[in-house]
Each structure stands twice: as C-alpha cells, then as structure tokens.
C-alpha cells in the first residue's frame, strides 16, 4: 500500500513539472491546427450582377473569411484602413513629435542585435539545463514593471488610477 502511494506521488509530481509556460508557443502535436479552421461566411447575390468583378486566379472571393478585418470591426475600427501604407493624416502630430530627434532608418535590426546580446550575456552559465526553465523571464527580470508599485506610486502622486486587484 505504501509503495503504490509512493508510486502515485512521484507520477503526480513529475507530471507537474511537463507544464509549458507561455513563452514556449512550439507545439509537440502533430494534429490539426484548430486555429486554421474557420467557417466560410454565407453566400451573397448582389443587386447587379453586372457589377461582379472579374475572376482572378489566385484571388480571394467575397465569402472568404478575413478574421483581421472582422476583429477590427468587432472593435469598433474601419477594416478598410487594413491594407493602408501610410500614416493617417490624423496622426500627422503624433508622428511629428515621435520623430522630433530623427529616427535612424536601421532602429530595427540595431535592437534585435541589443537584444541578442543582452539575452547572451545574461544566460552566462545556464547552458546545463535539468529542468525547464522560462529563460525569458530570467533575462528581463530587472527590466519587469511591477504593476502594483507603479499604481500605488501614481495614487500616492494624485492621479486617478482604475481599481486593481489586491496583491496576492
């Protein structure tokens, strides 16, 4: 009786350590994606059927589904500034005062570069690994916000700040 409660103990916790945080988004599963599955939307007949546009090979059709426009427009937003290029004349200002000290044109992949090498250095003798670990929380835990302090910071200072829940 012993050895099997022993037996269900050690089974219970090593299958507590195959959580995956949420950082690890890879997927061990070779079945379908239920992500990829979406239903068609219904079929229309416009008023003029003059009006049609003319097939194109490798083009969509109007009932295909378009789950970012449609998340757009369930948020209140315009689906057709999707495919816009450039910036809408109403964030002229915004960009303006963004762009104040010049922007270099290789912000990008100077940061991705940063980046690299921040990660590098800070997972100096962590190679051995026995037990999985969130490497990205490890690196960026200096740079974390405390979302608690910082409320508490802004109500001390006077400003208005929604409720949050008590700390745990």
């Not at 195959?18 to 950082?23: T, V």
């Not at 495919?83 to 010049?102: E, F, K």
Request: with cysteine; charged share 25%.
């Amino acid at each position: 009786m012993r050895t099997a409660l022993g037996i269900i103990v050690v089974a219970l916790a090593v299958s507590g350590c195959s959580q995956k945080g949420l950082m690890d988004l890879r997927s061990d599963s070779y079945g379908p994606d239920e992500f990829l599955i979406l239903p068609n939307k219904e079929l229309e007949i416009p008023d003029n059927l003059n009006a049609l546009p003319e097939p194109t090979p490798g083009m969509g059709n109007r009932v295909d589904p378009n789950p970012k426009a449609d998340a757009v427009a369930a948020l209140g937003g315009n689906p057709a500034t999707l495919g816009q290029t450039a910036v809408p004349s109403g964030d002229g200002a915004l960009i303006a005062q963004a762009n104040r000290y010049g922007t270099p044109g290789s912000i990008r992949t100077e940061l991705a570069a940063a980046d690299a090498e921040f990660r590098r250095r800070q997972s100096r003798g962590t190679r051995i690994r026995l037990f999985p670990v969130d490497r990205y929380q490890q690196a960026y835990r200096r740079e974390a916000i405390d979302p608690f302090e910082m409320n508490s910071r802004y109500r001390a200072s006077g400003y208005m700040t929604p409720t949050a829940p008590p700390v745990e």
